[in-house]
């Protein structure tokens, strides 16, 4: 089962990251580079697929707060067989049903998917091996720039903290994320250089993306409220 799932995703996945990090090596002969120009293509590539799973997100999100709101007011002011049905005319409403949380589970599965993949490619990638990068002596080591200390494991987690106190608003969403940073910090603060540059440089790409979409939102209209259902008796 587990052979059949390699050869049905995650070997073409290895084929498809190859191809990306080999293809400019004809006019760049640098390994560190190559692995900024990887990451920042692989984004590319992705990013319709991360907007959209963003979007729904959003929207499901929006909708699940107007809901609970909906559902408490009914709540306040119905008892019995009576609030059971009005709820159900909120959801149908609002065209919501509790199963539609499932869909930020398959999000997430889609992220770890290609963190795991992206992982096990750069892990294995024979390329990098003696190369170096600027002051990295090896990519295929830990970078040890600061006196043993490795550099780039902390500026990938301080751009991960800045982007969770960018974009995430609620308080206790944001500890989870900076919290997550650190988990991420301890994982991969002995990983080899080419990772780590990897995914700073990735974690870099959705910063400023974040920002930029942020920055270009629209502001979203009301939707019609079901104040009907709610008037004082």
Same mark, same amino acid.
């Given at each position: ?10 070997? *073409? ?84 049903? *509790? ?16 963190? &795991? ?15 170096? &990068? ?18 780039? #494991? ?37 990983? #080899? ?41």
């Amino acid at each position: 089962m587990l052979d059949a799932l390699e050869r049905l995703f995650i070997e *073409p996945l290895m084929l498809i990251y190859a191809f990306i990090y080999h293809l400019p090596e004809h006019w760049i002969f640098d390994a560190g580079l190559q692995l900024i120009l990887f990451s920042v293509v692989l984004n590319l590539l992705l990013m319709p697929l991360y907007r959209q799973m963003e979007q729904r997100s959003a929207a499901t999100r929006e909708i699940r707060q107007r809901v609970a709101s909906e559902v408490a007011r009914m709540k306040r002011h119905f008892r019995g067989r009576e609030r059971y049905f009005y709820i159900r005319a909120v959801y149908r409403n609002y065209k919501y049903h *509790p199963i539609s949380e499932l869909l930020g589970s398959a999000d997430l599965l889609v992220q770890i998917v290609v963190f &795991f993949t992206v992982f096990h490619y750069l892990s294995g990638l024979e390329a990098v091996v003696g190369q170096s &990068f600027g002051p990295i002596a090896d990519l295929s080591r830990p970078d040890g720039l600061l006196g043993g200390v490795h550099l780039l #494991p902390l500026l990938m987690t301080a751009i991960n903290a800045a982007s969770a106190y960018y974009y995430v608003d609620d308080r206790n969403k944001r500890l989870q994320a900076w919290a997550l940073a650190l988990v991420f910090l301890v994982l991969l603060y002995r990983s #080899p250089a080419a990772l780590v540059l990897y995914w700073t440089t990735n974690n870099l790409f959705s910063l400023v993306r974040n920002i930029l979409a942020r920055q270009m939102r629209p502001r979203t209209s009301p939707h019609p409220t079901f104040a009907r259902l709610t008037a004082q008796r």
